[in-house]
């Protein structure tokens, strides 16, 4: 019995990561490999973003390491959900991964296999937003420690709602316009930035002598990952009491929306902002959050 052991590079928002493949037999391992190749090709033509078709091809190797060389039929599928189901895993992560499988499902022709995704109840409110104070206490820290990256990362986050993918479009040349176009979900939008925000940024490129191109770069001088902000985010909540479910990228995409409406309460010009195709999804930031329902709960009196 012989065993093939390849390497095949597939893209990632930093360079490459390898995919490595073990099965039985040289001939099917080389048919997986090309046909995992074509797959990502496919995905890069539908214009799909690099996280989308990281995530679509990892699932796909998923998939076709739990089938073991089987033919997938819509029993095998059912079978996989609950698979997927029995990870422990948010409903909306499973949800994600069981589009990733009917994408490839859709590419190898096996569109009769298809499986649902699971009905998730719509939120009411917000959980785990960061609050104007933890806001401050995470920047102030950020700023005496000489995290000076990290801290004006911090305030475009909270000052323009942007998505972490979306740092690759902030660049130089947007500041002396105030405003940079983002190209999203097959959808393009234009940022604006604040005056105040631009002074900051533009005094931070001149310390730091950044004359061209992104502005908060990483590994090689690509645009700076979401793991590199993550783990920091991470870092100073636990560095300053702020608890640590709060400490992710979209919370301060929150509180820019919360701040927004509290502020100006236009739902429309919010969803433009935010880039929301649809106000039903823009519509959440009218709500009270979770924390402040509890808060009122708690004030009750019977």
């Not at 009411?124 to 102030?140: D, F, W």
């Not at 004359?211 to 783990?231: D, E, L, N, P, W």
Request: proline share 1%.
């Amino acid at each position: 019995m012989t065993f093939a052991e390849v390497y095949i590079p597939l893209l990632q928002e930093n360079g490459f990561f390898y995919l490595r493949i073990v099965k039985e037999g040289k001939g099917k391992t080389m048919e997986e490999i090309r046909e995992i190749t074509e797959y990502r090709e496919y995905l890069l033509q539908k214009e799909l973003s690099e996280n989308t078709i990281h995530v679509y091809v990892r699932q796909a190797k998923l998939f076709l390491e739990y089938l073991g060389g089987v033919t997938a039929t819509k029993k095998l599928l059912l079978e996989y959900k609950k698979h997927l189901l029995g990870q422990n895993r948010k409903i909306s992560s499973t949800n994600l991964y069981i589009v990733a499988v009917n994408s490839y499902l859709k590419y190898v022709g096996l569109s009769k296999c298809i499986i649902k995704t699971e009905r998730i109840q719509k939120h009411r409110s917000l959980e785990n937003v960061i609050s104007l104070e933890e806001y401050r206490r995470i920047l102030a820290y950020a700023k005496e420690s000489g995290r000076e990256k990290y801290y004006h990362i911090i305030r475009v986050l909270a000052f323009t709602g942007i998505r972490v993918s979306e740092f690759a479009f902030l660049t130089v040349d947007a500041l002396p316009t105030g405003k940079f176009a983002v190209g999203n979900k097959g959808k393009t939008r234009e940022v604006y930035l604040p005056e105040k925000l631009v002074s900051e940024l533009t005094a931070y490129c001149e310390t730091e002598m950044i004359t061209a191109g992104v502005i908060f770069t990483g590994y090689q001088g690509r645009a700076i990952h979401r793991a590199s902000i993550y783990k920091m985010l991470i870092h100073l909540a636990d560095m300053t009491g702020v608890d640590k479910k709060k400490a992710h990228p979209h919370s301060f995409r929150h509180l820019f929306a919360l701040t927004y409406m509290r502020q100006y309460a236009d739902l429309t010009e919010l969803a433009d902002l935010l880039g929301h195709s649809s106000l039903e999804t823009t519509r959440i930031y009218t709500t009270t959050t979770a924390e402040e329902k509890r808060s009122r709960l708690n004030n009750l009196v019977f």
